[in-house]
């Protein structure tokens, strides 16, 4: 155990939680590692709200018993702290141990911390658990950006829950074949997810393919998707949508004030002109250089 940096004024504020019986408070101190035998006498607290507390505390980085004695405790809500807690990324064995953790919520704890992007076998192990909801949580896991077998294994996981939040997951983005393969998913949820992703942004012909979705519940995320400033056409096909919540969407946009004649066609349409945005935009002094005609479907 290495001696951790002392702060006068640290110690003060840990000392009056002790005394005063604020155990909860203590445990979650981020200075808490500058009292070591505080640490160890939490882990024994029998109050599991204090030992989760601690469990989700960095500042037991230093404290290899406290952090095995906790990824052994009794009950699984303070092992699924001890999870998700950035410290074990400095016990590899404790990363195996939860793991292999006999409660499924443990497993999914695990598979939400970022310290996994080094543990390959950990990874792979998690995407192939028998309970979805740890596959879910490892597929929102930016940790898997550099684990393409994983990510292309997810995109065609049986659970469409997996796959959802696989689509929302902003590591697809130097994954061309799997943002493909999601867009043309059987579940028209996992599409909507897909289309709200600002990492489908290097894939035109992905955008081209979600803004001619059949469903228009597909077509509406994805008008407010800041990818869409890269790619005018889209844009203004959106505007003259038959749906008229998708055009309601797009005014919504982050950049559709750099697209001033699809402010106005959208002001001239009843379905979108009691938007506030659109009425905004509508008193704005711009004319458009040249009449606004229809954008084709895509």
Known sequence: MTDAPTDPLAIIELTNLKASGKLEELARHPALGMKPEWITELVADTNLWVRQTLASNPAIVNSSEGIQTLASDKTWFVRSGLATNPAIAKFPEIIKKLASDKDPDVRRSLATNPVIANCPDIVAKLSADEHWPVSEALASNPAIANYPKIIERLSTDKDYEVRYALAS????????????KLAKDRSKSVRQSLAKNPAVLNCP??????????????????????????????????????????????????????????IQALARNPATAKNPAVHTASNNPWQPSQPITPVPTI
């Open 205 to 262: 012909d992905i955008i081209k393919t979600l803004a001619s979705d059949k469903n228009p519940t597909v077509r509406r995320p994805l008008a407010e998707n800041p990818a869409l400033a890269n790619f005018p056409e889209i844009i203004q096909a959106l505007a003259a949508d038959k749906d008229s919540l998708v055009r309601w969407h797009l005014i919504q946009h982050p950049a559709i004030a750099n697209f001033p004649e699809v």
């Open 169 to 180: 997951n902003k590591a697809l983005s130097d994954y061309p074949y799997s943002i493909a």
